[in-house]
């Protein structure tokens, strides 16, 4: 619909450069234990990014996104141990049930408002966590449930053949990451994103518009359960063994709290809010903090941004760039005005201020 | 299918923990219809001034009573600070908006305690758990009758207290309509910050009492607060007594469950599955909600 | 031409809207009446954010009550709010392009070039890139004029578009306005305070008070009807002090 700007043209150039860096140049220069970190940061940033367009794009919260994770690790484990099937494959099936699953739900659930739908997923997610302390994940083991007890040792959910090693793995997350986001930028350009947009704004001036918001809404939510199932596959193959106490109720809730820091307006704000809450952990641990600082600062966090700058970091810094940017183009502009003026000889003097 | 005997503990049990939920939820529904804030961080709250009790009594060797006193002022003390200062800045706000930052000072509690107490099993008795009864075939203590005296009174108490006096009104006032309540003279901010207070003081209660019923532990006191939420949320987040119902039931079923084996491993499930049923019972007739930005 | 039969809402103890009949014919109709009349709760009975106890709403036959309300936007059915509703994060451009890619009348291939067109009705003097939070009340507004009269709509309602503009501006809202029919081949209903501009655009009006009809007919012969400046004046005779 828009023809783009020269500024936007050159932004997929800067991102794909990114990625290349990112894929090709960082798994050799760094420690086993980072390249962990960072496979956690990429997969935890898909889960943001689910959040993200949620609050972002269409105002809803979850505050069951943890639990929507564990379900998307339950079904690619299952399948990666029940079936042949290549992981790739395995990762869409995953994504594509937790889908079906996330609408399921949210065929009653969205007809409540924002503060009773938010409650509902937490209580759902709180019965799915029951669920899941008693069921576990599979294993390997038989029946449905597909989980034995074994005192030997679990075997580890399979990796796709080409990235069984962990440099291979994270560069095989950080593609996938890169495909989800891809996946939420293509919705947020075209119809679905205007929709949202005008959702978000205005219900009633969206419907006059003919659009069906129960659709919308729906659609996103489905979007956000299908990422976050994928990201639970990509979870499953970098731990290896899926266990309750990875997902507990109080990472819903640091979940919201790094994405609102992160900044819900821009997709980015979702590769911010994968950094906060993998990386600075990782960081602190190294530097001999308690974790425990940075749950405060979570909290904090949510405060700020809820009581003063609601478009997050991710809208702060460029913000603040562009008005660097601004006042040296103007500097610029008004040195080049004042050399046309008077193209031979020196530049007159100008009065004093 | 066990015995009518291996039931009564646990029928006392969860009638115990049912008072503690109807206390911990009128808390919440009184706050929230005054000031619309759905405080999350309610459990939290009381978690921490339970350890900040038990700080003082084990580790200061300060007598037992002036620690609850303590536990309960802190309570109101951290719900009024907070409400003093959250309060003005979101006035306007969705009730998600307000609810979700009430989250953020789930966190940073959270954080605190951590920090601080770590997760170190602790134990801390009140006098009443040592004074033990028993009827028919069952130990009864006293902290379990208390907890549930504390939840029938407090919810009629506070019923009768919203009906008949002028402070009450105020608040039911407030529910209805903050700006014509303030237009008509009301001190609004007076009576929010009362609201807060008395609200952070029943968290501070339902901490003590919870610790002796359940343990003290941080992350387990905080996150009970859902069960009370729970009864709050079938009570739509109106009818006192409808949480007191609510409540006692939520503690009756998930403790009755528990000698069932077969269903025992799902008994936590009870407040989820109920709140959640109670809620899409709720939206059964929404048409269009209208949704405002989230910042 | 729009039906309206026995239309009435209830809520609360308030009757918003009592026992309204009448017809609009083509071309742009005007509706007026005192504040608290029922102008924009009709409006909201027909755009579905509000049902009536009971009467019907016939629009070219066909029967827009029985629509969901998202669905009668499709139908054809197009309108502005009393504070407009520019959705901000988009461009003027996305914003007139929402209602066309919703509607079943537009199709994708004419898209910009529909598009296009209901901006320059409007006159709308700004870069369709440039995203609506950067523009000024009276730029919002004629967005959403353009908005309402993009693709092929069958009913456009017009709530109040000249609240809060300048003298020029609504002069060009009239022409703008009187345009409608002629470019859209839609029935136009414009509701407004200012009797200049329904006297400038519409050929007939429609009169409510306290959610009566108190009159309908040719615009100067309504304005001039007794009972319709008692409504705005009140029913005291005005005493002039000697």
Redesign the interface.
Known sequence: ???P?ASQARAPATVLALLLIVVLVLPPLLSAYWIDVLTAVAIYSVVALGLNLL??RV???SLGQIAVLALGGWVAAKLAFATSIPFPLVLLIAGLITLVLGTLVGL??L??????L???T???A??IT??L??TNFPNGGPGFLGHTESSFGNPSVRRPDIAGSDPGYFRFTVIVAAAMFALALWHVRS?PG??W?????????A???????TLYKLWAWALASFMTGVAGGLLAGSVGKLYTYQFP??DS??L??VV?MGG?YSLWGAVVAGGLMKLLPALLDDWGL?A????????????Q????A??GLAAQVPKDLARLGGALSAVVRREAARAERAPTGPAPREPAQ | MPSWQDFQPFIVAGLALGGVYALSGVGMVVLYRTTGVLNLAFGAVGAMGALIAWTLINTYGWPEGLAYLVCIAFGAAISLGYGLLAGPPLAGRDPLVKAAATLGLALILLGTMSWIWSDKARSMVLPTTTWRHEVGEVLINWTQILALALGVLITLTTAVFLRRTGLGTAMRALANDREITASLGVPVRRVEATTWVVSGALSGVAGLLLSNLVGLDAATLTFLVISSLAAALIARLRSLVVTLAAGIVIGLVNAVVTPIFSISPYRDMTPFVLAAVALLFLARHQQISFARRIT | MIEITDLTVRFGGVTPLDGMTVTFDSGTCGLIGPNGAGKTTFFNVLSGFVRPAHGSVYAFGDDLLAMPHYKRARWGLRRTFQTEQAIEELSVADNVALAHEHSRRGSRVSRRADVLGALELVGLGVAPDVKVEALGTRDRRLVEIARAVVGRPRVVLLDEPAAGLPDEETEHLGRVIRGIPEYTGALAVLVDHDMSLVSACCEKTVVLDFGKLIAAGPTATVLRDENVVRAYLGTEPVRVER
Do not use: C, H, K
Request: net charge positive; charged share 10%.
């Open positions: 619909m828009r023809r700007t609050m972002g105002g809803l919260v009653p659930a007809r409540l408002s924002g503060l009773y938010a409650l509902i937490l209580m759902l709180g019965a029951v669920v302390s008693t119809r205007r929709a947009a005008a959702i978000r704004q205005s219900e009633p001036a419907l006059a518009a003919g659009v069906n918001i109720t109080r809730i640091i919201l709290a609102l819900i308690p425990d600082l940075l749950t405060i600062l979570f909290g904090v966090g949510v405060l941004v809820l009581l003063t609601p478009g």
